[in-house]
Nanobody, 120 residues
Framework: QVQLVESGGGLVQPGGSLRLSCAGSPRIFRTYEMHWYRQAPGKQRELVAGITSGGTTNYADSVKGRFTIERDNARTMMYLQMNNLESEDTAVYYC??????????????WGQGTHVTVSS
């Protein structure tokens, strides 16, 4: 059973920082591409950042230069360092893992989410 468990959310003032963590199973961290998504109240879930098993990263334009995604395959952990937080970053943040096999079959898994609130 694949499990992804997020932690690190909370309340932070604008301009502050938070570091989110996602713990997963070894099988996931060997071969899956990992992502952080977020969903703000009343909005659709959106991709924040992604990282391949080899470490290649990509970011939404809204977080470039402020957020950093990392993964530690040996410890089966993924992180999202969020700096210079803005009120627009308030959302539930989700850890996501995905793998598309050569047959076209896709597997993906979601964590339960962790709340981030940016407010003074």
């Amino acid at each position: 059973q694949v499990q992804l468990v997020e932690s690190g959310g909370g309340l932070v003032q604008p301009g502050g920082s938070l570091r989110l963590s996602c713990a997963g199973s070894p099988r996931i961290f060997r071969t899956y591409e990992m992502h952080w998504y977020r969903q703000a109240p009343g909005k659709q879930r959106e991709l924040v950042a992604g990282i391949t098993s080899g470490g290649t990263t990509n970011y939404a334009d809204s977080v470039k230069g402020r957020f950093t995604i990392e993964r530690d395959n040996a410890r089966t952990m993924m992180y999202l360092q969020m700096n210079n937080l803005e009120s627009e970053d308030t959302a539930v943040y989700y850890c996501h893992a995905e793998r598309i096999f050569s047959t076209g079959v896709k597997y993906n898994y979601w964590g339960q989410g962790t709340h981030v609130t940016v407010s003074s």
